[in-house]
């Protein structure tokens, strides 16, 4: 049974960083890309960064510079480390995997960023 595992959100203000962590079991992780989606109340589910089997990755225009996706794949685990935050990035943030012909989801994690 594939299960993805996000932790890491909280409250922070602007211009604060947090680590999100999205944890895999029941799937051969490392030949898999890894997604992080966000939604924002009101608004639809976006993609904010991505990294493959080898490592490479890819962000949305908006989070450029200023977030970092990477991959341990001894621990099953891929992060997200989120700087320089913005008012913008308030979002439930959520990982996925597409594998085995269906996506698999975390449950999410909020973040908050608040003054």
């Known amino acids: 049974q594939v299960q993805l595992v996000e932790s890491g959100g909280g409250l922070v203000q602007p211009g604060g960083s947090l680590r999100l962590s999205c944890v895999a079991s029941?799937?051969?992780?490392?030949?898999?890309?890894v997604h992080w989606y966000r939604q924002a109340p009101g608004k639809q589910r976006e993609l904010v960064a991505s990294?493959?089997?080898?490592?490479?990755?890819t962000y949305a225009d908006s989070v450029k510079g200023r977030f970092t996706i990477s991959r341990d794949n001894a621990k099953n685990t891929v992060y997200l480390q989120m700087n320089s935050l913005k008012l913008e990035d308030t979002a439930d943030y959520y990982c996925?995997?597409?594998?085995?012909?269906?996506?698999?989801w975390g449950q999410g994690t909020q973040v908050t960023v608040s003054s």
């Open positions: 029941g799937i051969a992780f490392s030949v898999f890309s």
């Open positions: 990294i493959n089997g080898g490592g490479r990755t």
């Open positions: 996925k995997v597409p594998g085995y012909g269906r996506d698999y």
